[in-house]
């Protein structure tokens, strides 16, 4: 069955930086869409950015746009975000998702959109 794996998290001090991958497996993932989620405690999950199956579509949350970037690699069945200028705000659990359908590139954004969840991944941003 589908399955994804989050990696990468940790703590890090204000203005630093962390890389989470996301790994793959059990299902088409170079025809599939992405995308990564966050939940801060006591919030709703929120999207923070999107990429199509080919990479040609990506798309960021206002928040994180300029610091944050989102990118796959097809022949490795895994997907990252780059997170540069952490700020304590940017602390939550992070999810990547897979779209539920492949027919159609696109950069989905809604929680509802998505078929399959990872574990998450802590990442918190403190002095």
């Known amino acids: 069955q589908s399955q994804l794996v989050e990696s990468g998290g940790g703590l890090v001090q204000p203005g630093g930086s962390l890389r989470l991958s996301c790994a793959a497996s059990g299902f088409a993932f170079g025809s599939t869409n992405l995308g990564w989620f966050r939940q801060a405690p006591g919030k709703e999950r929120e999207w923070v950015a999107c990429?199509?199956?080919?990479?040609?579509?990506?798309a960021y949350e206002d928040s994180v746009k300029g610091r944050f970037t989102i990118s796959r690699d097809n022949a490795k069945d895994t997907m990252f975000l780059q997170m540069n200028s952490l700020r304590p705000e940017d602390t939550a659990v992070y999810y990547c998702?897979?779209?539920?359908?492949?027919?159609?590139?696109?950069?989905?954004?809604?929680?509802?959109?998505?078929?399959?969840w990872g574990q998450g991944a802590q990442v918190t941003v403190s002095p």
């Open positions: 998702a897979a779209d539920f359908q492949t027919l159609m590139r696109r950069c989905p954004r809604r929680t509802a959109d998505f078929r399959s």
């Open positions: 990429i199509s199956s080919n990479s040609g579509i990506v």
